[in-house]
Nanobody, 129 residues
Framework: QVQLAESGGGLVQAGASLRLSCAVSGRSFNPYTIAWFRQAPGKEREFVAAISWSGGYTYYSDSVKGRFTISRDNANNTRYLQMDGLKPEDTAVYYC??????????????????????WGQGTQVTVSS
């Protein structure tokens, strides 16, 4: 089990950028993928992006591809979500999640909530028009 702590959310105008951080602590005996999900008011939680244990594979939803970039800092055991060209529809609470399933399945199912065992508390991102 690992512990996850998100930070970096805030209120910005459309077109601005934000970088979210996910600090990972604790120990896991198995490699895990780190993903970002988001949940807007009245909507289901949806997949945004993920990065594999090795960092060699990244995955993005169609809605953020080309605007968001997921990355990792091994020295600080932190994953980042760089969000550029923000739109009002990006407004949501953003959650960081750790899952061993996508590693075992070589990325299959990376977009499904059920593949992730540990979750952070979330950070609010609000984009005004």
């Amino acid at each position: 089990q690992v512990q996850l702590a998100e930070s970096g959310g805030g209120l910005v105008q459309a077109g601005a950028s934000l970088r979210l951080s996910c600090a990972v602590s604790g120990r896991s005996f198995n490699p895990y993928t780190i993903a970002w999900f988001r949940q807007a008011p009245g909507k289901e939680r949806e997949f945004v992006a993920a990065i594999s244990w090795s960092g060699g594979y990244t995955y993005y939803s169609d809605s953020v591809k080309g605007r968001f970039t997921i990355s990792r800092d091994n020295a600080n055991n932190t994953r980042y979500l760089q969000m550029d060209g923000l739109k009002p529809e990006d407004t949501a609470v953003y959650y960081c999640a750790a899952g061993t399933g996508p590693e075992r399945h070589k990325g299959l199912g990376v977009q499904y909530l059920r593949e992730y065992e540990d979750w952070g508390q979330g950070t609010q991102v609000t984009v005004s028009s």
